[in-house]
């Protein structure tokens, strides 16, 4: 879907993304990590030609970007950044429409998409259609910003740290909420972030580059289980990686068939994850936990034995 | 005092009673015998005695009292009894005039007390309407009372007023001067803006534009408006000599050619400067999201930049036609016309109420120009965006 082959930047002497190659996969989320000045934006910006690259190729279904007028190739991605971008001086209602505009879609078919995407961002038409930007909270802003790019349903969607700005517990329902969205949407996802966590929580090819280069990329999983070298490894959060590993597994791969045994009074959703699995294991001193499904209902058993064990079946 | 009670508002109270000194201690009207003689001048205990002077003061007074308790409510009233004295000062000139005026040829000169007491008076309204949160919508309808008064007092009484008498010698010309002011001031400001917007769009585009075009503009900032309108005569009237077209279009060393070409020079500076640097502030996140989203270069300069700009844009254009209704009053001196010409003609035969004729308008203009564009400022801005 996306293809970068040997793609190189130079700012003058410098060089900024240095012979990168890399393959987006149609309805996959990419996640480019790294720390600040790697190149990961400078990337992203390659793609929809905010920033030209200097060498290599860059192909979207594979046709050259170089062959659409830039603001064709615009107008099919999704954009969204860390501050927004949204026009200070356009109602929400009229930041989301901008797409839908430029490619001059009836006023009447803009304004049903507008509904739609709101809906879809858990935002109330009645409250926030008619609100300026400067009226919204940060994380309200950034769901707007998400529906602004979503806006014209592009294939693809390109978003250079967008929740960056926001705290930790709006950040994650965010994150949350992408997930979500991406399950039902099917996009192709290019995704910048510094933080691990994130890339991790929400990727499904992992990225990370390091001055310019990708050095390492997979799905996250194996970079936590076989990271490439110290970089990575340190990246990864070294001592963590046990903690950041459990995240990524939902119970319901280690748990056991209900057995004989009476059930364990600690109960826990099968999706959730191991690492809230031990964490409540810790908690609760408890060394056995029943699995229950959604409706609560009694599905199988963890063991701490069982939770830390050699992984088999993953 | 109680606790809760703010402090004595200084402000008002130094007005109050610094405009209280001026009523009494300076002339509030001079009467000359006709327009060439001096006039003698008149305090206020002069025309009405000491009683009716000590009278007078005590509207100060009681506005001193409230400024030394200033609630929100005595504020209110303090306000009232501005906008009332305001709209007396008018009915005291009538009541001079009926006083004091014996002869046809008598003329009525308003001293130096009532200019004083106006301004300070116009201060104290400021500063209530700032305390009083009033939109500056409000603050120029409590100017209205006192325009009516004035306009009632000068058909029924005031006949004899030296100012009046001067406009009604010349009120034809009154008009065309004002007329021409307006034009030059217009087509000044005009031009500028429109070389001014197009410079400022090459200067972003061209740094040596920039850099040649800020340089040259500060250069030409610099020259006294006098000596650019000397430096214009003589190339411009060996043009006018030379070149048939342009004198048929009316170029020449002297009059509107010279006037407008300097003022347009004056104004480009603070054009160019306040649209270059409200272009460039605009957030560079909102400029990337624009281009990102697949917006033509032209498409975001028109949505985006430029309409975040103007209000910024909006302030030197508020700030150049102020600037450039004063210098044209200067360019009468080659022979430009507009209100100029009655400041020089009065100089010329020392007659101030004829200086006052033309720069008491000037003054009007420029005031009346920096609302409308300040409220014109205001209600662009979006949604009250910062
Ligand atoms: N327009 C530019 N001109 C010059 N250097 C740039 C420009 N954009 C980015 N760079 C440089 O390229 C490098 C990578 O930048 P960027 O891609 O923004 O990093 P990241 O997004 O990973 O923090 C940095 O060293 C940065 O200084
Ligand atoms: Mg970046």
């Known amino acids: 879907m996306i293809d970068l082959i040997h793609v190189t930047r ?48 860059i ?69 926030f259609a008619g609100k300026y930007p400067h009226q919204l909270s940060g994380g309200q802003a950034q769901r707007v910003g998400v529906a602004r790019a979503l806006a014209a349903d592009p294939d693809i969607l390109l978003m250079d740290e967008p929740f960056g700005a926001l ?44 001055q310019g280069r990708i050095v390492q990329q997979g799905r996250p999983l194996e970079l936590l289980r076989e990271p490439a070298d110290d970089f990575v490894e340190s990246l990864l959060g070294g001592e963590d990686r046990g903690l950041k590993e459990a995240a990524l597994l939902p119970v319901s791969q280690r748990m056991l068939p209900l057995g004989p045994r009476l ?15 031990l964490s409540l294991m810790l908690w609760r001193h408890a060394e056995r936990l029943t699995v229950v499904d959604d409706d609560d209902l009694p599905v199988g058993e963890l063991s701490l034995r069982r939770l830390v064990g050699a992984r088999s079946d993953d | 005092m109680r606790p809760d009670m703010p402090g004595p508002n200084v402000v008002l109270l130094t007005l109050s009673l610094v405009a209280l000194a001026a009523w009494l201690g300076l002339d509030t009207v001079s009467l000359a015998a006709n327009r060439i003689v001096p006039g003698t001048g008149y305090r206020v205990f002069d025309v009405i005695g000491v009683g009716g002077a000590l009278a007078t003061s005590l509207p100060w007074l009681a506005l001193a009292g409230l400024a030394w308790r200033p609630a929100r409510h005595r504020l209110a009233l303090a306000l009232t009894l501005v906008v009332l004295m305001l709209s007396a000062l008018p009915a005291w000139l009538s009541l001079s005039a009926v006083t004091l005026v014996d002869s046809a040829q008598a003329r009525l000169g308003i001293g130096a007390g009532i200019w004083v007491v106006l301004f300070l008076q116009l201060l104290a309204m400021i500063e209530l309407r700032r305390r009083l949160d009033l939109s500056r919508l409000i603050g120029w309808a409590l100017v209205l009372p006192a325009v009516a008064s004035a306009g009632l007092c000068l058909a029924r ?3 004899p007023l030296a100012l009046w008498q001067e406009y009604r010698g010349r009120s034809g010309q009154f008009l065309s001067a004002v007329g021409e002011h307006l034009l030059l001031v217009g087509v000044a400001v005009g031009t500028s803006l429109a070389l001014g917007v197009c410079l400022a769009l090459a200067m972003r585009r061209w740094p040596g534009v920039q850099r040649a075009g800020f340089g040259l503009l500060n250069v030409l900032q610099t ?31 002297i009059g509107r050619a010279p006037a407008l070409l300097a003022l347009v020079g004056y104004s480009l500076l603070p054009m160019v400067r306040n649209t270059f640097v409200a272009l460039e502030a605009v957030d560079a996140g909102v400029i990337d999201a624009a281009r990102g989203m697949g917006m033509s270069r032209g498409q975001v300069l028109r949505q985006v930049r430029l309409p975040l700009a103007m209000p910024v844009i909006l302030e030197g254009i508020r700030i150049t036609t102020v600037q ?63």
């Not at chain 1, 517990?169 to 909420?177: F, P, V």
């Not at chain 1, 059930?263 to 699995?277: D, K, T, V, W, Y």
């Not at chain 2, 650019?228 to 170029?251: C, I, K, M």
């Not at chain 2, 003609?345 to 008491?360: E, F, I, S």
């Open chain 2, 157 to 159: 009484w005031l006949e």
């Open chain 1, 263 to 277: 059930l364990a009074r600690e109960r826990i959703g099968q999706r959730a994850s191991l690492r809230e699995a």
């Open chain 1, 167 to 210: 705290d930790p517990i709006t950040r994650e329902s965010l994150q949350d909420e992408l997930r979500e969205l991406q399950a039902r949407l099917h996009k192709t996802i290019v995704f910048v972030t510094h933080d691990m966590d994130e890339a991790l929580r929400l990727a499904d090819h992992l990225v990370v580059m390091h």
């Open chain 2, 223 to 253: 020259i006294p408006s006098i000596a650019l309108f000397g430096l214009l005569l003589a190339p411009l009237a060996w043009l006018s000599a030379n070149v048939d077209w342009l004198a048929a279009l009316g170029v020449s060393g």
């Open chain 1, 59 to 127: 192909h979207i279904d594979g046709q050259q970007i170089r062959r659409f007028r830039e603001e064709t190739l615009r107008r099919r991605m999704g954009y969204a950044i860390q501050s927004t971008g949204l026009f200070p001086h356009w109602t929400v209602a009229r930041n989301i429409g901008l797409v839908p505009r430029l490619l001059k879609w009836p006023a009447t078919r803009i304004q049903a998409r507008v509904e739609e995407l709101m809906a879809l961002l858990g935002l109330s038409m009645e409250a």
């Open chain 1, 10 to 57: 130079r700012f003058g002497a410098a060089t900024a993304v240095d012979d990168i190659s890399l393959s987006v996969a149609q309805g996959e989320l990419c996640v480019l990590v790294g720390t600040s000045g790697c190149g990961k934006s400078t990337t992203l910006r390659m793609i929809n030609r905010l920033i030209e690259h200097s060498e290599g190729e």
């Open chain 2, 324 to 386: 450039a209704i004063g210098l044209t009053a200067v360019a009468a001196l080659i022979g430009a016309g507009g209100l100029g010409t009655f400041i020089f003609q009065g100089l010329g035969q020392a007659a101030m109420d004829l200086v006052l004729l033309g720069a008491l308008p000037i003054l009007l203009l420029a005031l009346l120009v920096d609302a409308l564009l300040g409220a014109l400022t205001d209600i662009l801005r979006p949604g009250g965006a910062e």
